[in-house]
């Protein structure tokens, strides 16, 4: 057995001295996992920055309590992902509630007015912005499917429904996404 002051990989050495907060651990794990863990994170809460950074958040400060816990089996990047995905799994829970209180309010968007250079940075923004304006539900079980690749049983255990149930909401996301994307260019 290894002795935890003794990590046997660089990885873990980070974590550890980040976990105990010395202040040049903590800048380099930032630096190197921030923008990878941000953009992971972003893309799944369609496009919602402040949603983004608390789940980012709340990542760091699990990783942090659970530093101990990472063996550096897998980059700490991918550990970093992983607890992202519960975190994900409770912000997701969290909007279907807050839709559930506000049922029959609707989102009301502006347009945005100047559109970029880059016609492939414009169209995948206009994709996560059409994410985020899906109900919390519909946009889970399309990042399950798509973003993460998980198969339809995958979902259904996760989500504790039905194959069948999963299919149907599938279905109804995509369809919400072909017409808020359709509704984006009218």
């Known amino acids: 057995m290894v002795p935890l002051s003794v990590p046997a990989e660089p990885d873990v050495e980070l974590l550890q001295a980040a976990a105990a907060g010395e202040p040049e651990a903590v800048r380099r794990l930032l630096d ?3 923008d990878l863990l941000y953009g992971f994170v972003f893309a799944r809460v ?18 942090m309590r659970s530093a101990a816990s990472y063996r550096g089996d897998a980059a700490v990047s991918t550990w970093l992902c992983a607890i992202a995905r519960r975190r994900l799994g409770r912000h997701y829970e969290r909007e279907r509630r807050q839709a559930a209180a506000e049922r029959g309010l609707q989102l009301v968007t502006a347009e945005d007015g100047d559109p970029g250079p880059d016609h492939a940075v414009e ?8 994410l985020g304006r899906l109900p919390a539900l519909h946009r889970q079980v399309l990042v399950l499917k798509y973003l993460d690749g998980q198969a339809v ?9 039905s194959r069948v149930q999963v299919q149907s909401l599938l279905q109804r996301a995509r369809e ?3 017409h808020e994307l359709g509704s984006a260019g009218a």
């Open 176 to 178: 919400g996404l072909r």
């Open 153 to 161: 049983a995958e979902i259904a255990e996760a989500l504790g429904r």
């Open 32 to 34: 190197e996992t921030g």
């Open 123 to 130: 169209e995948r923004d206009e994709i996560v912005r059409a």
């Open 46 to 63: 369609g496009g919602d920055r402040q949603a983004a950074e608390d789940v980012v958040q709340d990542v760091y400060l699990e990783a």
